[in-house]
């Protein structure tokens, strides 16, 4: 069964500063895709960043940017200069070639002016 | 805006009752899914449907169904409902062609029974 763990049930940073959010996932798959997905405290599910797992460039958008490391099974996803509009719960989310997703618990990030 | 949309935004009914949500997926999106978010449980696949056909099952209790109809939009039925299914409820839908996997999420039904 593929199973995703956030081992951080909370974090804070300081505005402007770097945090680092931790994701395993357990998959006995070769191809698959990794997501971290975003809500605010609107609710709404946003999507941040995804990853191909063939892909061995770590994924970056703007401010976001991943640590893949495959053999581990590890994806973890950091955020350079946090600002106050990052605060939200962030889930780590896995996808394999059958087309079930499976979320992890979730990392409820508080960005401290 | 994700361009998936979600009614209605809440709705309280009672035990035992039975409700019906909606969903449209944004234009193009030919797979829905559909999620139960409750505060213990975290998010939950419930299923998916991909071009009017289920393509995948999760959590998913007998009691809840759901269908895609010709025009792509999805309802989630539930029925004999429980205290325990008060929840948000997601949609979302993607494209399932070539390699764009990503889920754009609807903004969610708060449901509430009591």
């Known amino acids: 069964a593929q199973t995703v763990t956030q081992s951080q049930p909370e974090m804070s940073v300081q505005e402007a500063e770097t945090v680092t959010l931790s994701c395993t996932y357990d998959?006995?798959?070769?191809?698959?895709?990794l997501f971290w997905y975003k809500q605010p405290p609107s609710r709404q599910m946003i999507l941040v960043i995804r990853?191909?797992?063939?892909?061995?460039q770590n994924a970056t958008e703007n401010r976001f940017s991943v640590n893949f490391q495959k053999a581990a099974k590890s994806f973890s996803l950091k955020i350079s200069d946090s600002q106050l509009g990052d605060t939200a719960m962030y889930f780590c989310?896995?996808?394999?070639?059958?087309?079930?997703?499976?979320f992890g618990t979730g990392t409820s990030l508080t960005v401290i002016p | 805006d994700s361009g998936v949309t979600q009614t209605p935004k809440h709705l309280i009914t009672a035990t035992g009752q039975r409700v019906t949500l909606r969903c449209s997926p944004r234009?193009?999106?030919?797979?829905v899914y559909w999620y139960q978010q409750s505060l213990d449980q975290g998010l939950q696949f419930l299923i998916q449907?991909?071009?009017?056909?289920?393509?995948a099952k999760g959590n998913i209790l007998e009691r809840f169904s759901a269908q895609q109809f010709p025009d792509l939009h999805s309802e989630l039925n539930l029925s004999s409902l429980e205290l325990g299914d008060s929840a948000l409820y997601f949609c979302?839908?993607?494209?399932?062609?070539?390699?764009?996997?990503?889920?754009?999420f609807g903004p969610g039904t708060r449901l509430t029974v009591t």
């Open positions: 449907y991909y071009n009017g056909e289920e393509r």
């Open positions: 990853q191909e797992a063939y892909k061995q």
């Open positions: 989310a896995f996808r394999e070639t059958g087309n079930q997703f499976y």
């Open positions: 979302a839908s993607s494209k399932e062609t070539g390699w764009t996997y990503e889920q754009y």
């Open positions: 234009s193009g999106d030919l797979s």
């Open positions: 998959t006995s798959e070769n191809n698959y895709y």
